[in-house]
């Protein structure tokens, strides 16, 4: 393979304590503590911990289960962790010890937050049970003020991750040992931030903000917890540092509603779009009636609007064609685990370098700070749940419990304007109308739809679409074939040559937008065993040439309104990224740029 012509991305130093950015970023408080960084460690393969009392274990008392040291958040799989072992060990324990932050005070209250654990966790503190939580993508908070000392406090955690259960939403974390084909390295236990933080007893609690572009406001709605009827909470607009918008109202419930306009002072509204990634900064102040700040929370919004039209996708208003890339969100050195901040946000900058206006965060519920950065970048998401491989009443039970919590976590970002609970029919028959798997789809639409009325929902993304807002189609085939195949919308939406139904049986297609959601998937030739793409090429100008008859095809077609390419980066054994594992471009990047770009000119003008 030919080096490309770009500089190699520079690599991020991994920080003590790793991952040191505040990790909520759309719920802030000031005051925080990261409990990152080395904590003990002990494999149990025979699962005797609980019988053997582990929790009460303390690290560096003899004897001690403990018998390694791991890098928090970096699961025992990833280099990163100082462990690095591939293989099965389904339970897992950690422990370390800390002392409360400074911040506690009398009357106060201490929240232990974990970003993600995989799959199930059991938390003790000083040898109290504080928490259980079941998902492995999904953040999790125990209330440990009445169990926490001032000083020398023992965490403990237990870690289950059965490698073979099918029927766990688990993504494209591979169910044997040795990853092969599009199935990759397992995850196993904590894989993002844990931190503490101390609240005040009477506090905001959660935050959901829906902009409304028509009426140029934000509707905010602010869970209070232990809700004093005789405070109020103020909310204020700014932008750059200067005011847009003040409000405030008494507090009669435990939830509080309110519409802010944003056109205070003849200020211009301005929204938010992957050219002109405008945001909002929020500001929430809790005050009893003497005036007095009892809880204060920073946030922000952008204001933006998803619809469909006919067969068109509308952001804010006007047509809007989108140009994804597929990104799994694997790192070489940390797995499911970004490295650093840094190396999210620059994931992202690579993208957009490459003319992609957003991305499918494909089989996977990412870190909140790559989120973070797509809000401030300008980028597109399609959210993505992990999913499972076999149906069963089990598996619908985790799959829509996780769901929500996912919805509820993301709910605010303005950069996701798609929810994808399935892709490709991952664990679902869907050959008949029957089948208990299709009402399971309309089932996932139609609770996503509850949950949230602002975004565009699919039931499956691929194909076998029961109900969605979008008709997504995997195609990998040759250029003449996709100038074939989407000459026209009815040509489009039967059968791709594999035989997979575009809808599943008793549905059809009803003349929403087609997006090829997958294509391409093009890999340079490796001699590496097991190394593979959809298609290969031998060196940069062949790849060039390729990639540029794809998206050809795909850009002229009057029935196609959106392409996603795959993908961003080779992961492991599947070779076909525009970037290394290492993030390294395969080509010139203006060259890929000018090539995804093309007709956004003539697409623009005829919208």
């Not at 809808?503 to 391409?520: D, L, M, N, Q």
């Amino acid at each position: 393979m030919r080096q490309a012509r770009p500089k190699k991305p520079s690599t991020t130093a991994v920080t003590s304590p790793p991952r040191p950015e505040y990790p909520r970023p759309q719920f802030r408080r000031t005051a925080w503590q990261n409990l990152n960084g080395t904590w003990c460690f002990a494999f149990d393969d025979e699962d005797r911990g609980r019988s053997q009392h582990w929790e009460r274990a303390v690290p560096g008392h003899n004897p001690t289960p403990f018998d390694r040291q791991i890098i928090v958040p970096f699961p025992y799989q990833a280099p990163l962790s100082g462990i690095g072992d591939r293989s099965f060990h389904d339970v897992c324990w950690y422990a370390r010890t800390f002392d409360a932050p400074s911040e506690c005070r009398p009357g106060n209250r201490l929240l232990l937050h974990f970003g993600a654990v995989d799959y199930r966790a059991s938390i003790w503190l000083n040898g109290e049970h504080v928490a259980e939580h079941e998902g492995g993508h999904t953040p999790f908070t125990a209330d440990i003020s009445d169990v926490v000392r001032p000083l020398g406090n023992t965490l403990i955690v237990r870690a289950e991750d059965p490698s073979e259960d099918l029927t766990i939403p688990r993504g494209k974390q591979y169910w044997k040992e040795q990853s092969e084909h599009i199935f990759y390295t397992r995850t196993t236990g904590i894989w993002q931030t844990v931190w503490l933080e101390p609240v005040p007893a009477t506090r905001i609690d959660r935050l959901r903000l829906t902009p409304d572009l028509d009426n140029k406001a934000l509707h905010l709605e602010v869970s209070v917890a232990g809700t004093r009827r005789d405070a109020s909470l103020s909310a204020t607009v700014t932008r750059n540092g200067s005011a847009v918008a003040t409000s405030s109202i008494d507090l009669e419930a435990d939830t509080t509603s309110m519409d802010i306009s944003l056109l205070s002072g003849g200020v211009p509204l301005l929204c938010w779009s992957p050219e002109e990634p405008n945001l909002y900064d929020l500001e929430l102040d809790l005050i009893d009636n003497e005036g007095n700040s009892l809880d204060r929370v920073e946030s922000y919004f952008g204001v933006r609007k998803v619809e469909v039209r006919g067969n068109t996708v509308f952001l804010n208003n006007r047509p809007y064609y989108q140009r994804l890339v597929l990104d799994q969100g694997y790192f070489p050195q940390g797995l499911l685990a970004a490295p650093s901040d840094a190396d999210l946000r620059r994931d992202i900058q690579l993208a957009k370098s490459m003319g992609f206006n957003g991305a499918r965060k494909h089989q996977k519920v990412e870190d909140p700070r790559w989120l973070f950065w797509a809000d401030r970048l300008g980028f597109l998401v399609w959210g993505e749940m992990a999913n499972a491989y076999q149906f069963s009443v089990d598996y619908a039970r985790r799959m829509a419990s996780e769901w929500q919590d996912v919805i509820a976590r993301d709910f605010n970002h303005p950069s996701i304007i798609v929810w994808v609970p399935i892709n490709e029919s991952s664990g679902i028959r869907a050959s008949a109308p029957a089948e208990p798997e299709v009402d399971h789809l309309l089932g996932l639409y139609h609770l996503t739809r509850s949950l949230d009325r602002t975004r565009l929902v699919l039931s499956n993304e691929g194909w076998e679409h029961a109900r969605s807002d979008l008709c997504t189609v995997h195609d990998y085939a040759d250029p003449s074939e996709l100038v074939e195949r989407y000459a026209s919308g009815e040509s489009s939406v039967d059968r791709l040559p594999g035989g997979r139904a575009i809808y599943c049986a008793g549905h059809a297609y009803r003349g929403e937008p087609i997006v090829v959601s997958e294509f391409g998937g093009i890999a340079f030739s490796s001699g590496h065993s097991g190394a593979w793409g959809y298609t290969t090429v031998s060196d940069e100008q062949q790849f060039l040439d390729r990639y540029n008859e794809l998206v050809s095809a795909l850009v002229q077609s009057p029935a196609v309104s959106g392409f996603c390419y795959t993908q961003l980066t080779d992961v492991e054994q599947e070779v076909n990224g525009l970037l290394t594992a290492a993030r390294t471009p395969k080509a010139d990047l203006s060259r890929i740029k000018a090539i995804t770009t093309q007709g956004e000119i003539a697409q623009s003008l005829a919208a």
